[in-house]
């Protein structure tokens, strides 16, 4: 089993940056591919970004490429999601999830962490 604990999220005002990270727990998930996906309000859970165990990157373009980063340290088993340029539209409930790197279905999931962007 592997747990994803997510921290890092805040109020912020638009315009400003801010991290979140995801640890990951109970085995190692270095060959996972590591992802980030947000929930609003009222709407269905989206695609942020996501990482291979290799570093290769995918970003929901339409939304946040260009704005976001994703990244992983092995060594600490986390994962990051640097966003910059914070829009009022980021405001979302944030989630990390992990899968095998073979697999289409994302295994694990975390909690979430709270991102509220005021304008």
């Known amino acids: 089993q592997v747990q994803l604990v997510e921290s890092g999220g805040g109020l912020v005002q638009a315009g400003a940056s801010l991290r979140i990270s995801c640890v990951a727990s109970?085995?190692?998930?270095?060959?996972?591919?590591m992802g980030w996906f947000r929930q609003a309000p009222g709407k269905e859970r989206e695609f942020v970004a996501s990482?291979?165990?290799?570093?290769?990157?995918?970003y929901n373009t339409d939304s946040v490429k260009g704005r976001f980063t994703i990244s992983r340290d092995k060594t600490k088993n986390t994962v990051y999601l640097q966003m910059n340029s914070l829009k009022p539209e980021d405001t979302a409930h944030y989630y990390c999830?992990?899968?095998?790197?073979?697999?289409?279905?994302?295994?694990?999931w975390g909690q979430g962490t709270q991102v509220t962007v005021s304008s």
């Open positions: 109970g085995r190692t998930i270095s060959s996972y591919t």
């Open positions: 990482i291979t165990w290799s570093g290769i990157s995918t």
């Open positions: 999830a992990a899968k095998r790197p073979e697999l289409r279905t994302w295994n694990y």
